[in-house]
């Protein structure tokens, strides 16, 4: 939004009857009425009025100035204008560098104008302190020597002192007479009441340099009129002085103090020298300076008045004057050295400009580039890279920032191979599930519960039941070494394989009653994944078969853990008659063989079960499983494996399974 537009709507936003709004109106309100007060009202409520109109008026148009000028332009300062890092930059150099500079010079330029005024009145005033000491002098000298001895000096010594004090009167009482010099001076004494005093005095509005010394019985007054030649006499060509009134009531213009005009003073002629020297150059600026000078008050024996003593010069002409020559020397090396000081100092201010440009646009650089790069990277473009100049922090930064993308663009990479690799999983995860079984076969006299629980994705545990004729029951349970893809993998060939050899088994004894030895499917299940899987996959597997008409269990355990019937509530172990399968070719395998009574309750499971460790590295154990089975030997199948696997996770203490397991229930009823 444009900054008119932006003033414009929110002088369009005030227009709404708000706090503020208000406020502002009845501020309004009270101007105009007051003003209204300035023609109807009496005098004192027009000066009332007036007093509080500029009160209202002043906080109106400060509410007024900060909301539609102040705030519009901190906005556009803080969004357009500070809204880049050069343009912050260059504004902290501003403050930084450039303020206290210009600060620096204005401050040494103010003590130099200081400086030069006060110099300029110093000069003035010691030689007019000098002057005024001559006069004292003479006069003290006059009043304390003898009648004779004074008149006979006097005509003598008046010339010398004129040369110097051109306007001199004295005037000499004594008790042989009153004596004046020259003698067509018009001096009077002045009023009674005087003491010793001498300096510069004010006489009807005119200013003189006078004396008054008193020898009893002799008085001694001298009375020099000051001029503006005088004033000039004493520092030639180092500006004009003047003497002003000084009056407490400051609403009242300065006068100056009118300077007397002798008849000597009219006989010199010419243009006085008390004048504004003429400009050397562009940087002879003016100076005007006063400071406060000491006056009598001719009329007011004793009162003493502090004028004002103000000079108007110029640089050249101060130190013209202060640097004469007797000085020559330094009047010609004080500027040059001031000159090359001054070229220095200017060559040091742009050779720091220059630096802080060139650091200035290598940091804008750098963090434009940083910019531009994570708006390409918000876009998705992973393989910009920022460019990297030098070998400082920025640079660093910039190699940090390509090496995030990088790392990020690999870790994208990995990132989707990962997704790749867990749409595979899951796909293997549903083939997986739809290789166990859906439901347990119905049978007459046992109650069949399984269940199967991956630490991973996938499981290489392995659990079959299958109906073989009408009254034969197989069931099969197998953990196959390692976890994940490659385990799930041989326990699919371990589930074909199987189902093969039972497959096999029945198409040969299809005109007869079913006849399958576990010993011999077993054997079979060994040559098979020893041939066609490598040396270091193998897998412990128990095959059994159940008989419902005689309630015999024949089994051959190839190297898997020890199946646990339950009878009566106390467990026990069966047989383990066999190796793993899938190591060794030539490896024998048995038959074993156990008769189940109403109520007994066979379990099979994995090393899932008995082998996850709690957190200070303890195995969960058999014992503790037979404890298990021991306490709730009488619940259904399916509670028990609920309250199996609860203890196996609170022994561990995290619903995490640090291996498969598997649960095979078989309860006869």
């Given amino acids: 939004m444009a900054v008119p537009d932006m003033v414009a709507w929110k002088i369009f936003a005030r227009v709404k009857p708000e706090a503020p709004a208000r406020l502002d109106l009845w501020l309004a309100a009270t101007v105009l009425v007051s003003l209204l007060a300035q023609w109807i009202g009496p005098s004192l409520v027009r000066s009332l009025g007036l007093l509080v109109a500029w009160v209202a008026g002043l906080a109106l148009g400060l509410r007024l100035a900060r909301r539609f000028v102040f705030r519009p332009l901190a906005h556009w300062i803080r969004q357009r204008l500070l809204w880049r890092l050069r343009n912050r930059l260059l504004v902290a150099y501003g403050f930084i560098a450039l303020v206290p500079f210009v600060l620096i010079v204005l401050m040494a330029g103010l003590i130099l104008y200081g400086i030069l005024g006060q110099l300029s009145l110093y000069v003035m005033t010691v030689e007019l302190e000098r002057r005024i000491g001559q006069v004292i002098r003479f006069a003290t000298w006059l009043a304390e020597h ?39 001076a018009s001096l009077e004494e002045p009023p009674a009441g005087w003491g010793d005093a001498g300096g510069l005095v004010l006489k009807d509005d005119v200013l003189y340099v006078w004396a008054h010394i008193r020898r009893e019985p002799s008085v001694v007054v001298a009375l020099l009129p000051l001029t503006s030649r005088f004033l000039a006499s004493l520092a030639p060509n180092l500006g004009e002085f003047t003497f002003m009134r000084f009056d407490e009531d400051f609403s009242q213009p300065a006068r100056r103090v009118r300077l007397q005009r002798s008849v000597a003073a009219e006989a010199e002629g010419g243009p006085t020298p008390n004048r504004i020297p003429e400009k050397q150059g562009r940087l002879d600026i003016l100076i005007s300076w006063f400071t406060p000078y000491p006056v009598y008050v001719w009329e007011l024996p004793g009162l003493v008045e502090n004028e004002v003593l103000q000079v108007r010069t110029r640089p050249y002409a101060v130190l013209g004057t202060v640097f004469a020559q007797k000085v020559d020397f330094a009047k010609g090396a004080v500027p040059a050295m001031l000159l090359i000081v001054s070229i220095a100092f200017l060559v040091a201010e ?3 400009m220059v630096i802080g440009v060139s650091l200035t646009r290598t940091i804008t650089g750098a963090v434009h580039d940083l910019y531009v790069g994570t708006e390409r990277v918000r876009e998705g473009d992973f393989s910009h890279r920022v460019r990297v100049r030098g070998r400082d922090q920025l640079a660093a930064l910039a190699e940090s920032f390509n090496n995030m993308t990088t790392n990020i663009q690999r870790l994208l990479s990995i990132a989707k191979d990962n997704e790749r ?16 079984p859906r439901s347990a076969p119905e049978a007459k006299q046992v109650n069949l519960k399984a269940v199967c629980k991956p630490a991973r994705m996938v499981s290489g545990d392995y659990y079959d039941f299958q109906r073989l004729g009408e009254s034969l029951m197989a069931m099969a349970i197998g953990d196959v070494a390692g976890k994940g893809i490659s385990a799930a993998l041989l326990m699919a060939t371990l589930q074909s394989a199987i189902r093969t050899q039972i497959r096999h088994c029945l198409e040969v004894s299809k005109d007869r009653p079913a006849e399958i030895s576990t010993s011999k499917l077993v054997a079979q299940l060994n040559q098979h994944l020893y041939a066609h899987t490598t040396p270091e996959k193998y897998a412990t597997f128990c095959f059994g078969v159940y008989d419902e008409q005689t309630g015999l269990f024949t089994y051959t355990n190839a190297g898997h853990l020890p199946p646990i019937l339950l009878r009566n509530g106390e467990p026990e172990f069966l047989q383990v008659n066999g190796t793993v399968v899938g190591a060794f070719p030539f490896a024998r395998y048995q038959e074993s063989s156990v008769r189940m009574e109403p109520g007994d309750l066979l379990l099979f499971y994995t090393d899932g079960v008995t082998e996850p460790e709690n957190a200070y590295g303890e195995q969960y154990g058999e014992e503790r499983l037979l404890a298990l089975l021991r306490r709730n030997h009488g619940l259904p199948p399916e509670d028990l494996v609920c309250s199996i696997l609860e203890a196996v996770e609170q022994w561990t203490g995290s619903p995490e399974l640090q291996d498969d397991i598997t649960l095979l229930l078989a309860k006869r009823v």
């Fill in 421 to 436: 690799l867990k749409a595979e999983l899951e796909i293997a995860q549903e083939v997986q599930a739809q290789l166990y």
């Fill in 146 to 184: 003898d009648t004779e001895q004074r008149v006979r000096s006097a005509p003598y010594a008046y010339p010398l002192l004129t040369d110097r004090l051109p306007g001199l009167e004295l005037l000499v009482r004594t008790k042989q007479g009153r004596f004046v010099y020259p003698q067509d």
């Fill in 350 to 352: 742009m050779v720091a």
